[in-house]
């Protein structure tokens, strides 16, 4: 009976913490994004594509940002050539809803819930600015592949480092390991 009172509790956790953090997030991108003759992304996905095209630009790349006159996302341009484009949902913001939801509801010491939490974001938002850069150079070289490539391998990424961090918060450092 406590195994199930267990279950139920997680998942009234994890729902209520999920539901919360969406509900602030769809605010945000509503008081922020601009849709009509002219597009305007949130601030969240605009910084998520200059910090990549900072990081394409430290490796050497020629690479621009711009934001896109048809459609609510920022264009990636390498070599003067539109490549990529990062769009509200690969800002990370998503993925990391998900994660502080499953960290807040596997109980852990508030203490460990909140570091876990601020440090493990960071991760997961570091790790995607990584990603969609390395997407950028492989679009760029490997046009062919593209389904393969932003479809399977890139969210692979994201999603595993997230599986990962939880993973070692279940066994590290939430209440489970005691």
């Known amino acids: 009976m406590k195994k199930q009172r267990n279950i139920v509790l997680f998942l009234v956790k994890f729902f209520a913490t999920y539901f919360i953090l969406f509900a602030l997030y769809s605010f945000y991108l509503q008081k922020t994004q601009q849709k009509g003759t002219v597009f305007s992304c949130a601030p969240i996905t605009t910084k998520v594509a200059n910090q990549t095209k900072t990081v394409l630009t430290f490796f050497g790349y020629d690479a621009s940002v711009v934001q896109h006159t048809d459609e609510m996302s920022v264009k990636v341009l390498l070599n003067g050539h539109y490549t990529a484009r990062v769009i ?15 960290v807040i509801a596997f109980p852990g010491s508030i203490k460990a819930t909140i570091l876990f939490g601020i440090v493990g974001s960071f991760i997961i938002y570091g790790v995607n600015i990584l990603r969609i850069a390395f997407l950028t150079v492989m679009l760029y070289k490997y046009q062919d592949h593209q389904t393969l490539l932003h479809n399977l391998v890139f969210p692979a990424i994201i999603y595993g480092i997230t599986f990962l961090l939880w993973v070692l918060w279940v066994h590290k450092f939430s209440n489970y390991k005691k």
């Open 88 to 102: 509200e949902g690969c800002n990370s913001i998503s993925i990391l809803i998900l994660f502080l939801a499953f």
